[in-house]
């Protein structure tokens, strides 16, 4: 897995920083991308990256301000017309429906795949055998969520090399014990998959936070997380304007990323006023207080 930041600034497009959009790549996984917001101009982005609209399965929304939705509709169409035939999934908070439906008849759009949107609440979002999907509602003065992504744990490697040993061919035996069977060969002897298959592999955690002030929610979701992905639109010496518009500093975002044990911080939604020169500074405020910190920009790959 991979996550590809497409946009990392705040509020408005800067000649350095797009606004928000995150990709999570999984194609080793489940062979598909989802996408964690879509500002203005994410297409155009994406027309940068490896990144190809026909993987794309799910897309998630934060919040419905413009910095994280206005990308949608063109997106959504491009694919389309790019040929895109698979079904899309779009979560959001409450309005989120209605913004896409009236973008698209409006501009007279038809698209050529399935579309769902799915209005979420606070728990879970959407689950299957591979990957569990949960939100909680920040504080950021319109309704604003946080995802939580959990891989399910992976069954333990087969020791062929011990079952070889044995003079066992590979073959579809070794299928049967790796699902954990009991195989019994032609000289009678019985092997148990059991015996053969290494330590379970834990899935990993990956947090995804909308925009947001500190709130005792951000807890639930960042705990033991591998990855945080957190907004840190001011540096230090701006925390009563972060309040005031209801947003985080750098330290607020390390100071979660240590109080949920987790293993890696990274920041995003960066201020305009920041320049590149900055980013060095943003990082290292975090740093003192969460080492394992890094800063986002755009096009950024972080491997998970």
């Keep these: 897995m991979e996550l590809i930041f497409l946009g990392t600034g705040a509020g408005v497009p800067s000649k350095g920083r797009n606004v928000t959009a995150i990709a999570l790549t999984m194609l080793n996984e489940r062979n598909s991308i989802w996408l964690f917001d879509c500002g203005e101009a994410t297409q155009h982005q994406i027309l940068r990256s490896s990144i190809k609209l026909s993987k794309l399965e799910k ?28 079904p899309l999934t779009i979560y959001g908070p409450a309005g989120i429906e209605s913004f896409i439906r009236t973008s698209l008849v409006v501009s007279g759009t038809h698209l050529k795949y399935p579309l769902d949107i799915v209005e979420i609440k606070d728990d879970l979002v959407f689950e299957d055998s591979e990957f569990k999907v949960t939100c909680k509602e920040l504080d950021h003065g319109i309704l604003s969520y946080g995802y939580r992504v959990d891989e399910a744990d992976k069954t333990g490697s087969l020791d062929a090399a011990a079952i070889s040993a044995l003079g066992v061919k590979p073959g579809p035996i070794f299928k049967e014990l790796k699902d954990g069977k009991t195989v019994k060969l032609e000289d009678g002897r019985s092997i148990n998959g059991r015996d053969f298959i290494g330590p ?7 947090t995804i936070f909308g925009d947001t002030r500190a709130t005792a929610t951000e807890l639930e979701l960042a705990k033991n997380a591998d990855v945080i992905v957190h907004e840190a639109t001011f540096g230090s010496e701006m ?52 080492p394992n910190t890094e800063i986002a920009t755009d096009f950024a790959i972080f491997e998970l």
Excluded: W
């Design 59 to 86: 897309i998630f929304i934060t919040h419905l301000h413009g910095d994280h939705i206005f990308g949608l509709p063109g997106l959504i169409s491009s694919r389309s017309f790019q040929g895109g035939e698979t």
């Design 239 to 290: 925390g009563d304007m972060a309040g005031e518009y209801m947003h985080s500093t750098t330290i607020e975002a390390a100071t979660l990323a240590k109080k949920a044990d987790a293993k890696q911080l990274i920041i995003t939604h960066i201020s305009s006023r920041y320049t590149r020169e900055d980013n060095r500074i943003l990082v290292d405020e975090c740093r003192q207080i969460f």
């Design 200 to 206: 379970t592999k834990k899935g990993r955690t990956i």
